[in-house]
Nanobody, 125 residues
């Protein structure tokens, strides 16, 4: 069964760092655009970052640009999100996702076909 599983979340103080990982199982996602989204309580799910098939192209939401870095390790079939200079407003459940379709980077949740179960990130002030 195709599955994405996130790890690395937790509680951190403002200004700290966390590294999220997304491990794929059941199939390889090396040919898929991958992305990270997040959802805070009472808010809609929002785009965080996306990465191309080869890993050479990335894009970020303005709110995380310069602080977060998305990367992928094809050999390990994983996608990572390095989060630095964390702020309380980064508190959310973070989701890893894989998109079908063409090679273009994708920013909308409805463009992604596979989703992880989500992992909590809490940033205290």
């Amino acid at each position: 069964q195709e599955q994405l599983v996130e790890s690395g979340g937790g509680l951190v103080q403002a200004g700290g760092s966390l590294r999220l990982s997304c491990a794929a199982s059941g199939r390889t996602f090396s040919s898929n655009i991958m992305g990270w989204f997040r959802q805070a309580p009472g808010k809609e799910r929002e785009f965080v970052a996306t990465i191309s098939r080869g890993g050479g192209s990335t894009a970020y939401a303005d709110s995380v640009k310069g602080r977060f870095t998305i990367s992928r390790d094809k050999a390990k079939n994983t996608v990572n999100l390095q989060m630095n200079s964390l702020k309380p407003e980064d508190t959310a459940v973070y989701y890893c996702a894989a998109a079908g379709g063409d090679y273009r980077l994708k920013y909308k949740s409805n463009e992604y076909a596979y989703w992880g179960q989500g992992i909590q990130v809490t940033v205290s002030s």
